[in-house]
Structure formats: C-alpha cells, structure tokens
C-alpha cells in the first residue's frame, strides 16, 4: 500500500510503498475514503523540518538538553548515532479521516467489516490503509458523506475547545484565528446560541465567516482598535470566552484576547501561538488561561486509547471519542455544514502538489486540503491480516548445526536501530531479510535504512516462510514469551531482548517448547559482555565461592505513563529493568540462586508502582549479592557502579570506563575512552555461534534461571518475604 511520509531531515514529502497492515485485537483495519490535512500540525512538522540543523535545535531547547544529557551519559559517538537515526527516520503525518473498516480485531466487534468511521489519532495518517485503536474510531451516521466525515478530528478539537472554554447560550466569545479550526468553531458556538466576533489577517477569511459561519462581526487587525470593537460589539463589558485558534510566531492573539477580554473571562489557547502572556493585562483582569489538549479526555491516555477502556459517563461525559461522535450527529442533523470549509480536493497521488499550495505565501492557500483515495467500489472484507502458522516440532531440522545468517528482525524501534542493528550489520556474512513493526511506515523506513530485503506488519512473516534463519524479537516486553514460543515453534534460532516474560505461564511456555524442540534462544543480557567486566572477572579468578556483589544502578525516573511502567505491556521497571542485574548477579557468582527477597524502596511515590528497589540474593556456594535500583538519583552520578570482594581482594568498576582492583595494599587502575555494555561483543558471540553450530554464548539453562529468578523477585515484594528456590 502507499502512504505519505514526511522526511524530517530535508523536509520533503514523497508518497511511499510501505507493507499492508493487518487487523489487531482492540483496533480496526480501515480502507481509506478521505483524510483532511491540519493546516496547522501538519503545516508546521514541514516547516521545521525544512529548518537547518541550528534552527531546529534553538525552536526545541528541550530536545537539545536531551542531547546534551545523552552526551554526558553515552558518549558523544552514541547521541551522534541516535540523532542521526532520529533525522533519517521518515514520519507518518495525518490524524484526521474516514473510510470503511474491512477487518475488526478482537473486542471490535460493534466495528465490523463494511462498517463507516471516522478516524483520529496518530495512526490514522494519510495512507491507503491504516490500523486504528477502537476508542479512536466512530461510527458515521447514515447520510453524511465519507468526505465529510474526514473533517471528524478537526471538528472534535474545536468541540473540546469550546467545552474548555464553557461557552453557554448567549456568550460573546471572540474567535482570533479563522482558519478551518477557527471557522468550525465559529460554527460551533453559533449552533450552541452563542454571539461570535472573528479575527483573521485574511479578508477571505473574515468573510467567509460572516457569509457562513454565523459570525455577527469580523475584523482583520490584531491590535487596540479590534479590542474596541470587541468591546462595542458586547456592550461595553468584553467578550467572555476567546478562542484562539490562530497559529504564529508571535504573542499579538494572547494580546488581543486580553485588551478584549472582559473581567475574569476565559481564555482557551487551541491553535499553536507564542505563549509568553501579557500578564499585566491578564493580572488586572483576573483572566483565566487554559491550553485545550487535542480532542478531549482521553487524548495520551493510553488505557484509554492503546487499550480501549471507558470512562464512564457520569465523570467524563465528553471524551474525545464522544466529541467525534457528536461532530458527525450534528453533520448529519444538518447543524454543522460544511459548506465553504472544504477548500481543496485532490487525488491522494497529488497530495505533495496540494501541501505546496497550503505553503503559500501570498495569502491564497485554501483553507483546507482533502486528500481523495478512491474508494470506489471495494467490499469490505478484501483484506485480510496474515496469520501465524505453527510448524510441528522437528528437532532434526533444528539442532545446533551451522547455517546461514539470514536475519529477521521483529520490532524495529529506536532501541533496534540505535544498537542492535549496527551490531547484526557489522558481523561479515549477515543478511537482512525482513524488517517487522506494527506500523508500516516504521518497517518500510527500516527497510530502506539498513537495507532489509523486504518489510511487514505481522511478526508471523518472519518465521512463516523459509527465508529467515535468525529472528531478533525486540518488540515490547508483553509480548516476549509469545513471539518467542512461536518462533522456536517454527525452527527458528531466538535473540530476544530481556525480559523474557513477565510472568510464569509465559516462562513455561517457553521453557517446554525449548526442551521439545531442542531449539537455540538467547536473552539480551549484554553486560555480561562488558569488556571492562571481563577483566574484572579475570583479575578475581574462577573461585566465586562467597564473594559479596554490589550493584547501584542511578537509574533516573519515567514519567507515570511511560510504557514500561504499565503492569500489562512493560510490566514495572523491575521485571523489566532489574532483570538485567539478577542476571549480572548470577554469571558474576557462577552459581544457582538459592533465595531472593526484594524491597520497594518508594512505595507511594510513584502514581504507576514504584521504580526503585533493593534486592538480595543468596546463591548455593555462599556468594551474596545486593543490587539497588534507584529512580530518585541525580543525573550527574554515574549509571552503574559495580563491587566484588572476596578474600581480600575488592574491585569496583564504575559505568563501564573505569576499573580499579585493590589487592594486598595497592590499587591498579584501568580505563576505557568510552562507555562499551556489550552489545556489539553479545550479537556477535550469538550470530557466530548460530554460523558454526556452537553452544550459545548465554546457555539456554542460565537464561531460564535468570528470568525465573526475577519472577521470583516480583513475587517477594508481592508476599514481603523471601523465597527460596524450592518454591519458584
């Protein structure tokens, strides 16, 4: 299929051949009829993207102190690599359509094949097909046409604009800005009895929104003698709510909203401006400032969104999802028209030659652009999604024997590019045979980038033809054990990134279809290939027999909806996170763990469970280790700090650079220029061994142990008591 990308490093637009998603539980596959370009987001993602280097980091001070912290953590050769990847990856643009849903996932089924919706979200970008969260998708009413229905989003901002904003029968409520945001609210608040005063630079602007909108009033300047009018206009007292759903570089429209505002009015910021506000003006007038966010509640909750739960009515009576709804009641109750705000129409084939005619600078670009695809007459139904198919289990097929390096990887997201795939390409004789993301764009950009054969948006492509010998997994952890199983199922040889599951069931899913197929899997323990880590060990010698192993790890917090902390997809930073260190714990002590007892160390601190924590570890031949994980440290410590002492001997290492072995008095101290955790030594131990038929580099066993371990440490906080081995 064929979607628009944009390429954020020169600023170009192209159309793309990207891979055909399929259906998802939770989500729908729509076939596209129209979508509507934001004349705002959009317009400005190309702007920027247009920028020189420079003056894309002085509009983001934010990003460039990310970059900044990146080098002082990463060294300069990683962030310069994790920048470059970030500017060559092509990004999807688009939130706002409609079309014919032609599968529904599981739990879509009020969303059936043949079913018309309308479309919002970042996934529901210009494209011939797109995979779109049931929450994000409203059925459109009968009579209202699929172009039309595009304009939904659009429409549901300005809806939850006007709700912020509380705009009651009778309000005067100044609108600055009069593009197709502003003209739809226009519209809104005329049909909810509302008095409405526009302001726009443009006069086609201003008089569209007298002809068609039901403005009473609409003036072009943004300065004093406006606010006067506004003034006027209301009988003196000013206007009680403003809209500003302008775009600029400047402050004039939060100038103008305060001059024209009456005493304690509210001002809803909608559109993106300058947010420096006069606040002489807004002191005096006790004014109210609220920045409206997108389409309503809901919008960047992923529960809401990713997840498709409700929130009930009596709380949250106007979610996004409802705003959406109500947008298209009202176009098919014919109070909302549509009539002037349709701008231009052009074949989605065009759609570059329509974003250079919404650039222009001589004030005639057309207020609005509506991509067509023609739809046609395509039934619904005509796409399916791929399917896994299971092999039988054949351990002949199977067995450590040399092989090909042909590589499939599944999930190719920033982790991926940024170290695993440097490191897979630069192992001689390695081919890249299919990339796999849920989004297509992301899997075709890959594709192109690292020179993948070909790409896909279902992770079965990678093990359900013989093309592929090596699969990467590095989706998110929920997903883990299944990918896995599958893939071993299949006959694949299995890298995947830790944790290996998140709960005991997935474990043991993966632990009886390893042991049936005699199959190869690595997890992404990559400390244990530290160089500075290996001379550690090898300056304590073999004897690990009642060693002490302290691990602090200044970890830093995630913010409450971050991904990883979500008990279901990343399961808690301890399963996910701390896994590592169990794991550097064992291959340090070189011994079965016999008990661990875990510790939440900011039990309510953090909205979404804690992230910080103790552990303790007792192994059978004596060693101990005491691994803390803390969030709440300052950025200027280091990452890790590592110590083993035993029999006289203490060594520490610290953050990978700098070693020091203290022995009978003296301390050596060793060096390294930059900070290496073993990544690239880790999938070259693994793809070598894979090439010659060798013993995995992390045996199978100890990889299991690890994850059984960490299950047993989650379940210890749980219980608040130590576990020993016999009961995990």
């Known amino acids: 299929m064929r979607q628009l990308v944009l390429d954020p490093d020169k600023g170009s637009l192209t159309i793309a051949e990207v891979p055909m998603p399929g259906a998802m539980p939770g989500r729908v596959l729509v076939r596209v009829a129209a979508s509507v370009v934001s004349t705002g987001t959009e317009m400005m993602k190309l702007r920027t993207a247009k920028q020189p280097l420079w003056e894309k980091a002085r509009s983001r001070p934010d990003q460039v102190a990310q970059v900044l912290q990146s080098v002082r953590t990463d060294g300069v050769i990683a962030t310069v690599q994790k920048v470059r990847e970030r500017l060559n990856t092509p990004q999807p643009l688009g939130y706002s359509l409609a ?54 989003t659009i429409g549901a901002i300005a809806m939850h604009g006007i709700r912020t904003g509380q705009v009651a029968l009778g309000d005067r409520v100044l609108i600055v800005g009069l593009g197709l945001l502003g003209q739809i609210a226009a519209r809104l608040c005329a049909a909810a009895g509302a008095h409405v005063f526009g302001v726009d630079p443009r006069p086609d602007r201003t008089r569209l929104a007298l002809e068609s909108s039901g403005a009473e009033v609409a003036e072009t300047a943004l300065d004093p003698a406006t606010a006067a009018s506004v003034m006027a206009w209301s009988g003196g007292r000013g206007a009680d709510v403003i809209l500003v759903t302008a775009g600029g570089a400047d402050n004039s429209p939060l100038r103008l909203a305060g001059e024209a505002a009456r005493d304690r009015a509210r001002v809803v910021v909608v559109g993106l401006v300058d947010m420096q506000v006069p606040r002489e003006l807004y002191y005096m007038k006790e004014l109210s400032l609220t920045v409206s966010r997108s389409y309503g509640p809901g919008r960047y909750d992923p529960e809401f969104e990713e997840k498709g739960v409700a929130y009930p009515i009596g709380f949250v009576p106007w979610d996004e999802r409802r705003n959406m709804t109500e947008f298209l009641d009202l176009l098919a ?30 004030g005639a670009a057309p207020i609005a652009l509506v991509l067509e695809y023609g739809l046609g007459e395509a039934t619904a139904g005509s796409v399916s999604s791929p399917r896994a198919t299971a092999g039988p289990y054949d351990v002949g097929e199977i067995a450590f024997a040399p092989r090909d390096l042909r590589v499939s990887m599944v999930g190719v997201g920033n982790f991926a590019t940024a170290t695993l795939l440097p490191a897979i390409r630069s192992v001689p004789g390695v081919a890249l045979v299919r990339a796999i993301a849920s989004t297509p764009l992301r899997a075709e950009a890959v594709r192109h980038r690292w020179g993948f054969t070909t790409a896909g948006a279902a992770a079965a492509e990678a093990w359900s033809t013989p093309d592929s010998d090596v699969l990467f997994i590095a989706t998110r952890h929920d997903t883990h054990a299944r990918l896995t199983e599958e ?40 400390r244990r290939f530290a160089p500075s880590l290996d001379s550690a060990l090898r300056a304590l010698g073999p004897n690990r027999a009642g060693l002490r192993f302290l691990c602090r790890v200044n970890a830093g917090a995630l913010p409450p909806s971050h991904w990883l902390l979500d008990p279901e997809i990343g399961g808690g930073r301890l399963l996910g996170e701390v896994c590592h260190f169990l794991d550097l714990a064992c291959f340090v002590a070189k011994s079965p763990p016999a008990e661990v007892q875990a510790h939440a160390l900011d039990t309510g601190a953090h909205t979404n469970g804690p992230q910080s924590y103790r552990v303790e570890i007792a192994f059978e031949n004596g060693a101990t280790a005491g691994i803390d994980y803390l969030a709440g440290g300052d950025v200027s410590l280091p990452k890790e700090r590592f110590e083993i002492h035993r029999s006289g001997v203490s060594i520490v290492l610290d953050d990978f650079r700098t070693l020091s072995i203290h022995r009978g008095g003296s301390r050596q101290t060793r060096r390294w220029a930059s900070r290496d955790k073993g990544h690239v030594a880790e999938i070259r131990a693994f793809l070598e061994a894979v090439r010659t038929g060798g013993p995995t580099p992390i045996p199978e066993e100890e990889s299991l142990t690890s994850t059984a371990l960490t299950l047993a440490a989650a379940r210890s906080l749980r219980e608040r008591r130590a576990l020993d081995r016999g009961t995990w």
């Open 99 to 152: 079309g014919i849903v032609t599968a529904a996932g599981e739990g879509c089924e009020e969303l059936g094949a043949g079913t018309a919706v309308a479309c919002a979200g970042i996934t529901a970008s210009h494209a011939e097909y797109v995979v779109v969260p049931k929450n994000l998708a409203v059925r459109v009413p009968a009579g209202v046409r699929l172009e039309d229905a595009a304009f939904t």
């Open 333 to 362: 109750a014919g109070r909302m028209t549509l009539e002037g705000l349709r701008g231009m129409a052009l074949p989605f084939d065009r759609a570059p030659e329509g974003y250079a005619a919404l650039s222009g600078g001589d």
């Open 487 to 526: 893939a071993l199922r299949a006959g694949r040889a299995v890298f995947v990134e830790k944790p290996l599951a998140l709960d005991p069931g997935g474990l043991e899913c993966v632990e009886t279809v390893l042991r049936a197929t005699a199959g190869r899997l690595m997890v992404g323990f990559n």
